[in-house]
């Protein structure tokens, strides 16, 4: 199977840390994937014609995407351990849901100051992005935070790389002011290796051109030993 990936995508770093929480990192390769809504540039469009990624090139079968389709693919691959029966499964789904809402909202954030002319930056619409990402940080810390423990299941991934990326994106933002318990929590999550091997930042990590990173290479290879390299 073939993955198209971007080292900083949040998406594509739920779907890398389950490939290793489940053991199947030698059952894939990534092929690096770039763009903007507005510059497809190496995106996967005849594999989705979304021009996103993730996106999961299979051998016996057309390819897969979003990433929240990958997940629930690769888990039923590996025996389906990350996705409770039912009636957890709906909680389960639930907050998989919530984080990727904060990364919908934080990437329009993102596009808004890194894609947009400066002349046509819109402040109000941007802050009411954070306030969806806002509203849903208070709702894990007041609502959810039991949901967050307990043995590894799909749920912690997803919200543990939402936060990633707001540390990596919007670090000024200082998400984790009023909010000590889901804070507590993230440090000690984040600090999984699965989580470490694939921070799109960390200060023992090199950056690489893109003409290095441009070939299909393994997944196991990259993360082997804490290699795994952001762009």
């Known amino acids: 199977m073939r993955l198209y990936h971007s080292p900083t995508s949040p998406y594509v770093r739920k779907v890398m840390v389950l490939l290793i929480e489940t053991g199947q990192t030698d059952a894939v390769t990534i092929v690096p994937a770039t763009g903007t809504p507005v510059d497809a540039g190496s995106m996967p469009l005849a594999q989705n014609p979304l021009g996103k ?21 690769l888990d039923d691959r590996a025996g389906g351990r990350l996705y ?15 984080g990727d809402g904060i990364l919908d909202a934080a990437i329009l954030m993102r596009y808004e100051t890194h894609v947009r002319p400066p002349d046509k930056h819109f402040p109000d619409w941007a802050e009411g992005q954070w306030a969806k990402v806002a509203r849903a940080l208070r709702a ?28 990596l994106r919007f670090a000024d933002r200082n ?12 440090s000690g999550f984040a600090a999984r290796a699965s989580m470490t091997a694939t921070a799109p930042a960390s200060s023992s990590w090199r950056p690489i051109a893109p003409s290095t990173f441009f070939t299909s290479t393994s997944i196991a290879a990259l993360v082997s030993g804490g290699k795994y390299l952001a762009a």
């Not at 990624?53 to 693919?73: H, M, N």
């Not at 409770?84 to 919530?98: D, F, K, N, S």
């Not at 894990?140 to 936060?163: D, F, K, T």
């Open 175 to 186: 998400w984790r002011q009023g909010r000590d318990a889901l804070a507590a929590w993230y």
């Open 53 to 73: 990624i993730p996106c999961l090139e299979r051998d016996d079968g057309p390819a897969l995407y979003d990433s929240r389709v990958i997940c629930r693919y």
């Open 140 to 167: 894990l810390q007041a609502r959810w935070m039991n949901h967050l423990s307990g043995p590894l299941h799909m749920r912690p991934i997803a919200v543990a790389c939402a936060l990633g990326y707001l540390d």
């Open 84 to 98: 409770p029966a039912p009636p957890r499964l709906w909680e389960t789904l639930t907050l998989e849901a919530t």
